[in-house]
Every structure is written in structure tokens, then in C-alpha cells.
């Protein structure tokens, strides 16, 4: 009897063909992910794929969980391509379907009517707020001008005799 690789165990008690688990260090994961060796410890991080440790504190993944993730990845990226060539529009060939084309022209004369109305709304906001920010600053000024006034006309009824102040 053959003694299986090391980093594998056999299960023997099925009457199947004997099915190999694999053990993965980060790097063949990441040679397999096609990722970093640093995004398969960040995966392993934050629980994207399942792993153990061996008795030195070193990552062990399990190769099927690397596969099925390689997979999603892939089913990902298919689906992605599938809805970005669904966007692509382009216009019928001449003679193919000149409504569908003019509906697509009308439409997007109204969406970009309404992004104008849009921006000026927009600019005219922005004009208030430039208006409310410069009579601040004049507001403020006038309130540093009052605290000042206000602080000499303190100062000044300090400097009074206590009889004056007494006496009015």
C-alpha cells in the first residue's frame, strides 16, 4: 500500500475512490489564487477562506476551500464582464431601428435639459452661500468691533474714583 503525500490524508473508510485533502501553505494558495501572499493572510484574516494551523503556528488552508473561492472569483468576474457588456449600447445599423435610436436622442436631450436646470440650481445655491459667508465675516467684524468698544467702556468705568462710581 502506497503511503499517501505528506500534507495529505486519505479517507478509508469510504468505498469510493480514496479522496486526497490537501493542506496549502499561503504562497502555493496565493499561486493558485492568482493574489499575494499577503491577500491570501488577509483573506485568512478576515475568514474568506478557512485554514488551521500547524503545530509551529504556520497557516495550513485546505486546497477545496482555495478552489471553490478561485471559482467564485471567477463567477464574479464572468458576471461583471456579462453586466459591463449588457451597458455597452450602441446604435442599431442604418435601416435596423430608427425609432429605438431617435427615443435613445429624445431621451437623452431631456436628461441633459434637466441636468442644466440641475446646475443652475446648483449655482444659484452656490452664489447664496458665497453672500451668507461674506455678510458673516462683516457680522463678525462688527461683533469684534462691539466686544472691543465694550471692553474700553468697562476698563474706563474701572478707572473711576469708587466715589464716582458711588455717587453716579
Known amino acids: 500500500m502506497e503511503l499517501p503525500?505528506?500534507?495529505?490524508?486519505?479517507?478509508?473508510?469510504?468505498?469510493?475512490?480514496?479522496?486526497?485533502?490537501?493542506?496549502?501553505?499561503?504562497?502555493?494558495?496565493?499561486?493558485?489564487?492568482?493574489?499575494?501572499?499577503?491577500?491570501?493572510?488577509?483573506?485568512?484574516?478576515?475568514?474568506?477562506?478557512?485554514?488551521?494551523?500547524?503545530?509551529?503556528?504556520?497557516?495550513?488552508?485546505?486546497?477545496?476551500?482555495?478552489?471553490?473561492l478561485r471559482e467564485d472569483r471567477?463567477?464574479?468576474?464572468?458576471?461583471?464582464?456579462?453586466?459591463?457588456?449588457?451597458?455597452?449600447?450602441?446604435?442599431?445599423?442604418?435601416?435596423g431601428r430608427p425609432d429605438r435610436a431617435l427615443a435613445l436622442a429624445a431621451a437623452t436631450d431631456a436628461l441633459a435639459g434637466r441636468l442644466g436646470e440641475a446646475l443652475a440650481t446648483v449655482n444659484t445655491f452656490a452664489d447664496r452661500l458665497a453672500t451668507a459667508e461674506h455678510h458673516r465675516g462683516a457680522a463678525e467684524a462688527r461683533v469684534e468691533a462691539l466686544e472691543s468698544r465694550v471692553e474700553a467702556l468697562e476698563l474706563e468705568r474701572a478707572r473711576r474714583p469708587f466715589w464716582k462710581r458711588w455717587l453716579g
Open 74 to 95: 471567477r463567477r464574479q468576474r464572468q458576471r461583471a464582464e456579462t453586466a459591463r457588456q449588457r451597458r455597452t449600447t450602441t446604435l442599431p445599423p442604418k435601416g
Open 5 to 68: 503525500e505528506e500534507g495529505t490524508t486519505e479517507n478509508a473508510t469510504s468505498n469510493d475512490a480514496p479522496s486526497a485533502v490537501r493542506l496549502l501553505t499561503p504562497a502555493e494558495a496565493s499561486a493558485l489564487l492568482d493574489v499575494s501572499e499577503r491577500q491570501v493572510r488577509n483573506y485568512l484574516q478576515r475568514g474568506i477562506l478557512g485554514h488551521t494551523t500547524d503545530g509551529k503556528g504556520h497557516y495550513r488552508i485546505l486546497e477545496v476551500e482555495v478552489l471553490e
